[in-house]
T-cell receptor, first 106, second 113 residues
Framework: RKEVEQDPGPFNVPEGATVAFNCTYS??????FFWYRQDCRKEPKLLMS???SGNEDGRFTAQLNRASQYISLLIRDSKLSDSATYLC???????FGTGTSLTVIP | NAGVTQTPKFQVLKTGQSMTLQCAQD?????MSWYRQDPGMGLRLIHY???????DQGEVPNGYNVSRSTTEDFPLRLLSAAPSQTSVYFC????????????FGPGTRLTVT
C-alpha cells in the first residue's frame, strides 16, 4: 500500500459549491499533515498544515480522522480560482499522494 | 530571500547525454529533496538530503546521483539521459525535516529525445 493515497478525480463542481477531498495514509504514527495546491505547470505551494485534529483558514478546512487514517480538505463557496490540483503529504515521509484535480465551473 | 531557485528552467537532451540540474536555497534549511512529476503520477521522490554531506534514496533513484557539499546547494545529476527521464523536476527544502512544510522551486522541464 502506498504511503499516501488520493482520489485523482477530476472533480468538476459549480461555482459556489462545497467540495471535499480525502487523503488516506498508511502510517498510523504520522503526526503532521500538509495540503498543497498546484496550479497547471507551476510548483506546489503550501495551502494548509495540520498538526492536531484539524485546521481552518477562511473557506478551507482540513479535518483529521486518526481512527480511519485519512485527512480531508473541505472547500466552501468554491471560486473559479480554486481550480487546481490538491496534493497531500504526511509529515513522517517526503512522499506525496498523486493529487486530486478540481475544476470549478462558472 | 529568493527562496528555492532552480536552473535551468527548460532543457532538451539527447539520449546518453549527461547534465546537472541545479537547486539552491537561501533559507538555511537543513532538508532538501528532489522530485519528478509525470502526468497522472503525482510527485515522486528521487533523492533527499537531511544535511550537508548526507543524502539518501527516495522512490525512484535509478539514473540519478546527488551530493550535498553545502547547506545551500543540492544538485541532481543525470549520468546518461534516457527518454524515460523526460519529466518536470522539482527541488524542495524544509526546516527541521519532513515534519515541516516544504518550499518548492519553480521546476525544470526536461525533455530527452
Amino acid at each position: 500500500r502506498k504511503e499516501v493515497e488520493q482520489d485523482p478525480g477530476p472533480f468538476n463542481v459549480p461555482e459556489g459549491a462545497t467540495v471535499a477531498f480525502n487523503c488516506t495514509y498508511s502510517n498510523s504514527a504520522s503526526q503532521s499533515f500538509f495540503w498543497y495546491r498546484q496550479d497547471c505547470r507551476k510548483e506546489p505551494k503550501l495551502l494548509m498544515s495540520v498538526y492536531s485534529s484539524g485546521n481552518e483558514d477562511g473557506r478551507f478546512t482540513a479535518q483529521l480522522n486518526r481512527a480511519s487514517q485519512y485527512i480531508s480538505l473541505l472547500i466552501r463557496d468554491s471560486k473559479l480560482s480554486d481550480s487546481a490540483t490538491y496534493l497531500c503529504r504526511t509529515g513522517n515521509q517526503f512522499y506525496f499522494g498523486t493529487g486530486t484535480s478540481l475544476t470549478v465551473i462558472p | 530571500n529568493a527562496g528555492v531557485t532552480q536552473t535551468p528552467k527548460f532543457q532538451v537532451l539527447k539520449t546518453g547525454q549527461s547534465m546537472t540540474l541545479q537547486c539552491a536555497q537561501d533559507m538555511n534549511h537543513e532538508y532538501m529533496s528532489w522530485y519528478r512529476q509525470d502526468p497522472g503520477m503525482g510527485l515522486r521522490l528521487i533523492h533527499y538530503s537531511v544535511g550537508a554531506g548526507i543524502t539518501d534514496q527516495g522512490e525512484v533513484p535509478n539514473g540519478y546521483n546527488v551530493s550535498r557539499s553545502t547547506t545551500e546547494d543540492f544538485p541532481l545529476r543525470l549520468l546518461s539521459a534516457a527518454p524515460s527521464q523526460t519529466s518536470v523536476y522539482f527541488c524542495a527544502s524544509s526546516y527541521q525535516g519532513n515534519s515541516r512544510e516544504q518550499y518548492f522551486g519553480p521546476g525544470t522541464r526536461l525533455t530527452v529525445t
